[in-house]
């Protein structure tokens, strides 16, 4: 669905790039996360992905199209929620998704259907101008299901919203990939990665250092721990165990044949701590 080679950028068009040198592939039907700190090329490659940018080297290819080529048919295809909502304030929410569905040249979604997936069902007839931040958001993220895309682009979709907010949207999200449709997520926010990406990037000062499944990265990256909550003599402790280190299965074994268990479970790294460990960058 996605091919990009060989992928430069540079805001100056001179040879100081903000995005080298980057080569990846994104299946159909797959979820792929983009992620790396503000200012990696995130946004660059993705603009790029979406037509907002021209490519000054390399080639890039989005569901069929040469993006050296763009087709206006592509824009019936792809749908595009960006991370700073861009919606017309002087128009109401249900004005703000007319307006936009009259854009498509294909059959678009029922407006109010949208804006009830999202909660905003009763603020319909509300300017946008009147919006919150994160209802903002949300009218953002619908805005980008209207034309029924095949390639959906998410930039940092649940930045904003309160948790019951952000779950739904996260819902919306699976839901529509089980439907078919590609997704490239674009973000810092490694929890969302973790839970929704078949694979990642992380990209980091306009490079990619590593492309691979959360479950992956975190066999080989992550540390093998056991985490334990006990009884010992009354007091309740917590502890933790490597399952590779003889001596520390030694410990855990005499806890357990001693000691009553409260909890034990696990302990697998972070995608946010495999991000530090590979690129040597935190996500700020």
Not at 6 to 14: F, V
Not at 65 to 90: L, P
Not at 149 to 171: C, H, Q, R, V, Y
Request: charged content about 30%; some cysteine.
């Amino acid at each position: 669905m996605i091919k990009v080679k060989n992928l430069y950028h540079s805001y100056k068009k001179d040879d100081i790039y903000q995005v080298k040198d980057v080569n990846f592939e994104v299946e159909e039907g797959e979820i792929f996360g983009f992620l790396g700190p503000s200012g990696a090329g995130k946004t660059t490659v993705q603009n790029i992905l979406t037509g907002l940018l021209e490519i000054h080297k390399g080639q890039a290819e989005v569901a069929g199209y040469d993006m050296k080529n763009i087709s206006k048919d592509m824009f019936n295809k792809i749908g595009m929620s960006f991370e700073q909502s861009n919606v017309y304030s002087k128009l109401t929410a249900l004005e703000n998704l007319k307006f936009y569905a009259k854009l498509f040249d294909v059959e678009t979604r029922d407006p109010k259907d949208l804006l009830k997936l999202v909660g905003l069902e009763d603020k319909a007839n509300m300017r946008a101008g009147e919006f919150s931040k994160g209802m903002k958001h949300r009218l953002t993220f619908v805005r980008s299901m209207i034309n029924n895309p095949i390639m959906w682009f998410l930039d940092e979709p649940t930045t904003g919203l309160d948790p019951s907010i952000a779950a739904d949207i996260k819902n919306i999200i699976r839901e529509k990939n089980k439907q078919g449709v590609t997704i490239f997520l674009t973000s810092h926010n490694m929890f969302i990665a973790d839970e929704l990406c078949h694979r990642v990037a992380f990209i980091v000062d306009g490079e990619i250092k590593l492309i691979d499944s959360p479950r992956n990265l975190k066999l080989q990256y992550g540390d093998k721990m056991i985490e334990v909550d006990y009884i010992k003599d009354g007091e309740n402790i917590n502890d933790s165990f490597s399952t590779i280190l003889n001596e520390d299965k030694k410990k855990l074994k005499e806890i357990i044949d001693n000691y009553e268990i409260q909890t034990m479970h696990s302990k697998e790294a972070s995608l946010e701590e495999i991000f530090i460990k590979v690129t040597g960058r935190g996500l700020v």
